[in-house]
């Protein structure tokens, strides 16, 4: 049985002062909730304090983003050790680093296996755009992407990687997939490329969400498909009051 999880990704949102606060409001908002991981990733700046709020609690704390050497001349970079400190998820090769910041397959891999090599939990993002999803590509570009971001991984590294299904077309724009047809690409694009490489018992473990527009009217639809084990949520993670209705329509 994979148990939910309900990651908020807060992107570039949020000074040190406003993730303390939303950081506290979730903490206590979710105090009592269980049979949910309940993940928060802020910016980079606010990790540390974010840390000094979450430890103790049932929530968990990740990064958005790693790069995979060690230490270095890499100006601007973030090290898995560094994360390794501070936190024990990390979103890796989201659609906006794949579209904004040239983020290609090969380094996502890279970025991957780093962070498993330092105990860090990857949430490894995957997801077509419009202009492929309306020519059909979804199934091929979507295990294309699969396939090479679990390159080299073995089956106990495998099982430990969370994969989001975040269609490009329905982040932030309010349009969400339909849930059984997303289910269906996670069924056959995902965890069943997954089975191909791994086995059954493997693909089985992986726990995959869905993210692009996950509110608390619809998050009810996605968790109640077979292959959906959680949410990695934008907008609605930015409010206690949403965020709190969606790990509870998800428990
Ligand atoms: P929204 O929930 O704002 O659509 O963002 C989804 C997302 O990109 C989470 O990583």
């Known amino acids: 049985m994979r148990t939910p999880i309900i990651a908020g990704n807060w992107k570039m949102h949020k000074t040190v002062a406003e993730a303390i606060d939303l950081a506290h409001g979730v903490c206590s908002a979710v105090e009592n909730v269980s049979g949910v991981d309940v993940v928060l990733c802020p ?34 970079e973030i090290s898995p050790v560094m994360l390794a400190e501070l936190c ?11 579209q904004y910041f040239g983020e290609t397959d090969e380094g996502v891999n890279k970025k991957i296996k780093a962070a498993l090599a330092h105990s ?13 999803n309306e020519a059909g590509e979804t199934e091929t570009f979507v295990g294309g992407q699969v396939k090479a971001a679990f390159d080299g991984l073995s089956p106990d ?30 069924k056959t694009s995902i965890r069943g490329i997954l089975a191909g490489l791994y086995g059954d018992s493997v693909a089985e473990k992986i726990r995959v969400q869905y993210g692009g527009s996950v509110k608390p009217d619809n998050v009810a639809g996605f968790m109640a498909q077979p292959d959906i084990d959680g949410a990695l949520v934008g907008g609605a993670s930015l409010k206690v009051d949403s965020f709190l209705a969606l790990v509870e329509g998800s428990a």
């Open 43 to 76: 910016t980079f700046t606010a990790l540390s304090a974010v840390k000094n709020i979450v430890e103790g609690t049932n929530v968990g704390l990740g990064a958005q983003n790693m790069y995979w050497e060690v230490q270095g001349a890499f100006t601007g």
């Open 120 to 132: 860090l939990i990857p949430i490894v993002c995957v997801g077509e755009d419009l202009t492929q």
């Open 157 to 186: 590294e495998a099982a430990t990687v969370i994969v989001a299904y975040e269609p490009i077309w329905a982040i932030g724009t309010g349009k969400t997939a339909d849930p059984a047809m997303a289910n269906g690409i996670i």
């Open 88 to 98: 024990d998820y990390v979103i890796l090769g989201h659609s906006e680093r794949r």
